[in-house]
């Protein structure tokens, strides 16, 4: 059992030993069967606080700004502009989500979408609907999309209708890589 620590097979520790490609740790295997990949993309930018007045009238929010990036295991989220880039061509599972408030008589549509290079992934879609005035609503979802090396991905919504005076807080997009 040859130690390689930059092409190969190495051991770590007692009953534990990885793989490495370039001197860094592509899998690691625990003596309890325990499979982890560090460099595959995973990734969760959160937005702590309110954000007031930025939709209702049609203008799409992309969430951009994130304040808090909880993990980025590969390092292909940008916080500052909340884009997730794949590092390599691959199937890539999305979730995101926010809380908006301020509703009022008028406002007909709330829309939330995925959109990456390839194709836009709807999560919501409620044209035509009238909400009441001081509604609130909570929005989440999910999207398996298919990225090519390169291929950037970002979650955006908006409320329609009437005019700009819907709030938000607790947004948060998050991914990683399936295979």
Do not use: Q
Not at 8 to 31: D, E, F, K, P, S
Not at 65 to 77: S, V
Request: aromatic share 14%.
């Amino acid at each position: 059992f040859a130690d390689d620590l930059d092409n190969g097979l190495y051991r770590i520790g007692a009953n534990t030993w990885g793989m490495a490609a370039a001197g860094a740790a592509v899998w690691i295997t625990t003596a309890a069967g325990e499979i982890t990949t560090p460099l595959n993309p995973a990734f969760l930018g959160v937005k702590a606080g309110d954000v007031f007045n930025v939709t209702g009238d049609g203008t799409y929010v992309d969430d951009s700004a994130k304040t808090t990036e909880i993990y980025d295991h590969n390092a292909d989220y940008t916080l500052a502009t909340a884009l997730f880039t794949a590092p390599v061509t691959a199937s890539y599972a999305f979730t995101g989500g926010h809380y908006c408030v301020g509703f009022i008589s008028g406002h007909t549509g709330l829309y939330a979408y995925f959109v990456s290079s390839n194709r836009w992934a709807t999560l919501l879609f409620t044209d035509g609907l009238a909400y009441s005035s001081g509604g609130s609503c909570a929005v989440s979802g999910a999207a398996d999309l298919d990225m090519d090396a390169a291929d950037t991905c970002y979650y955006k919504w908006k409320v329609s209708g009437h005019t700009k005076v819907i709030d938000f807080s607790g947004a948060w997009f998050s991914g990683h890589m399936i295979g």
